[in-house]
Structures are given as structure tokens and as C-alpha cells.
């Protein structure tokens, strides 16, 4: 019986929609393997559950080619874009690498020629150098270039700060150097320039030294303070001299005796009074006699007490009448003991 649809028998059958998806994949899979190595992509893992893991995406896959589908979509590219952003932003900026440039090897031929002009200002008073070089083999479409060398920048002779140089170079000629004073140089517009003339192959610069100040605008130093035996110290700094005494004189010492004057001065005696006698002179040694006319002090009167001294008569009172005993001391029913006698050589 003729089958209107179908395979041959034992053919195996057609084969699903489900069958050619299968082997569509497997086809791709195959061709994405030949151009990329999984091997070197910093996003793909495999789990312990034989499975495959996206670490940048955080997406599981069953199959290698579910995988490369993966990172072929939208999905993973947006975020390594994203990445690729952060890190630029976050990484730090690298100096750029200097690019030297090579010199030119060109074949030398020889020192151009040159005439230098000295000049004079009067109405400045001003020194220039006028430099002519002549370049008539100089390269096509090329300028003389001039610069200014300090004398610790050429290795030619040995160095003076009181020179520098002034080099001219153009190709295929040598480079030529001037040594000039090292004077600081007017770069002012219409005394310094340099002009080049194709026409005549000649280079032509000019420059004007600065005029040092005059010095008789400068004041005079002052003059050196004397050393110690009359002759003056080289280097030493002038002491400052001392103010002039503006200051009342001092007023002259008190007399001997006298207390010292406070701050407000005595006030004067009042008209028709007479002015108090002179005070007496000062002894050597000893008390100040006694104005004549007046008694003489009365004695310190003599200790009281039960001591040794108690009744002690001194000298000065031995013609007077003894003083009588002083009053019981003590309380109501004690004996009170007398004075003690005198010493046996006192009452004579």
C-alpha cells in the first residue's frame, strides 16, 4: 500500500521541529568553538552541577552553546560596555609616553659664512651686535633658527659666567656659536629682531645689551664707627648713637640725718615767721648731748618678779631709799616664802 505521506519505511522517519532546533545549536556551537576560545573568557565558569555560569550576567546555562548565545545577546554586551566605562573612570591617568624626536642625520657641508657689526647708541647709550649669515645651499623651504646658551650648557670650553653664546643652525650647515658678554638683552620690539630673506639666502639678527643704573643715583654708604683703640673696623655695622639728654638735672644728695625727700617738694614758710634753729651735729660714737636747761630722763623703772634679778639695785640708785617688798602673791592659806637674800657682795 502506497503511503501518501511519510518516509520509506526504515528510513528512520522525518525529522521534528524539536530535532532540527537540536542540531541547529549543535552546528553553532561547533562554529562559534573554531573562532572562540572559552578557555580565555574571564566570565565563563562551570558549577559543581555541570552546568555553565556567566559571572558578569549571574545567568545559569545547561550547554556550552547556550552560553555563547548568551554572550552574543543584548543582555551581556550592554554590561560589558558598562564595565569597560567604570573602570576607565576609575582608573588613574597615565602620563602620556614623551615622544623624542630623532635628529636628522643629513651629510654636514661646512660653516656658513658670517659678518658681525658693533654698534653704538648715543641717545641710549646702549651697545648692539648686528649677525649676518649667509645660507645659499640651504634646504628647500627651510629657516635658520637661532638660540641663546648659557657658558654651563656647551662642553667646548671651560666655563665664564661672565660670557654666553649665541648659536645659529640651518641644515645641511654646521651649527655656529658667538661668545658675547652675559648682560641681560632689550627684547623690546624695535630693538631686537630677526628677519630672514629667501631671496638672498641671508639671516640677519640684532640686539641691544641693558645699561647698568648709574651709580650716582645710589646714596652713599654711611660711614664705618671707630674701633675701640680710634681706628675703624672694616665691616662692622654703625652703632646707633645715644639721644641727647633731655632729662631735668638730678637733684642733689639729702644731708646726712635726714630722711629722703618724698615726691611733692616742701612748701615754704609763711611771711614774718621765723625759720626753725639748725638741728644739733651728729657725734661719732655715743648719744647726742642734751640741750642745756632741761632735766635729765627719768631711769627705766626696775623689773618685777620673783626671778634672781627681782631685787637687783643698779648703779644709779644706790643712794636712794630700797624699794619695799612687793604684795603676797597666791592663793588664801599657802605660807609665801620671802625674797631670797641678797648676794654677800652686792649690798657693799
Known sequence: MDRDWGSKPGSGGAASAQNEAIDRRERLRRLALETIDLAKDPYFMR???????????????????????????????????KRAAREAKEAPAQPQPHKRIAPRKTVKIGRP????TKQFDSDTKQRSLLFQIEYPEIEDNAKPRHRFMSSFEQRVEAF?????????????YEIIAFKVPSIEIDKST???????????????????????????????????????NGTVAPGVPPRPMAPPPHAPPP??????????PSGNPPRGLPPGSM????????????????PPGRALPAPPPAPIGG????????????????????????????????PPPLPPNMGQ
Open 275 to 290: 625759720p626753725p634753729p639748725p638741728p644739733p651735729p651728729l657725734m661719732a660714737n655715743g648719744p647726742r648731748p642734751m
Open 47 to 81: 558549577n559543581h552541577l555541570g552546568s555553565y555560569e556567566c559571572k558578569l550576567c549571574l545567568t545559569l546555562h545547561n550547554n556550552e552553546g547556550n552560553y555563547l548565545a548568551h554572550t552574543q545577546g543584548k543582555r551581556h554586551q550592554t554590561n560589558l560596555a
Open 113 to 116: 659664512g658670517y659678518r658681525v
Open 160 to 172: 665664564d659666567k661672565r660670557y654666553q653664546y649665541l648659536l645659529f643652525a640651518a641644515e645641511p
Open 190 to 228: 624695535p630693538k631686537f629682531f630677526s628677519h630672514w630673506d629667501p631671496d638672498s639666502k641671508m639671516f640677519t639678527l640684532q640686539l641691544y645689551f641693558k645699561t647698568k643704573p648709574p651709580e650716582a643715583n645710589k646714596p652713599p654708604p654711611p660711614p664705618p664707627p671707630p674701633a675701640e
Open 251 to 260: 637733684l642733689p644728695p639729702p644731708p646726712q640725718g635726714l630722711p629722703p
Open 307 to 338: 626671778g634672781a634679778m627681782s631685787n637687783f639695785t643698779p648703779a644709779n640708785q644706790m643712794d636712794r631709799p630700797p624699794m619695799p617688798p612687793p604684795p603676797p602673791q597666791g592663793f588664801q592659806g599657802h605660807q609665801m616664802q620671802g
